[in-house]
Nanobody, 124 residues
Framework: EVQLVESGGGLVQAGGSLRLSCAAS????????IGWFRQAPGKEREGVSC????????YYADSVKGRFTISSDDAKNTVYLQMNSLKPEDTAVYYC?????????????????WGQGTQVTVSS
């Protein structure tokens, strides 16, 4: 059974940094694409980043490019999202996702699996 459990959210001032973690189980990063979505109140869900080790590709939304970095640690079965130079518009609930197909995440925005989400609030 695939499970994704996020942690690391919180309140940070604009310009600060946070690192989100996603403890993954039930699959390997060699076989699944991983990613992060976010949703702010009153706004549509947005794909933030995704990565596929088998395809050797990583994508970022234009709104976070150069500020956010997705990574994974096999030994810890954990996916990370390092977020730097945070802005108030980054405030949202962040969700860790996983899919057999990368396209499910980045093209169709319908990942196979979702975590429960973690709140990130950036104050101005």
């Amino acid at each position: 059974e695939v499970q994704l459990v996020e942690s690391g959210g919180g309140l940070v001032q604009a310009g600060g940094s946070l690192r989100l973690s996603c403890a993954a189980s039930g699959f390997t990063f060699d076989d699944y694409a991983i990613g992060w979505f976010r949703q702010a109140p009153g706004k549509e869900r947005e794909g933030v980043s995704c990565s596929s080790r088998s395809l050797n590709v990583t994508y970022y939304a234009d709104s976070v490019k150069g500020r956010f970095t997705i990574s994974s640690d096999d030994a810890k079965n954990t996916v990370y999202l390092q977020m730097n130079s945070l802005k108030p518009e980054d405030t949202a609930v962040y969700y860790c996702v996983a899919s057999v197909r990368l396209a499910s995440i980045w093209v169709f925005e319908e990942p196979d699996y979702w975590g429960q989400g973690t709140q990130v609030t950036v104050s101005s």
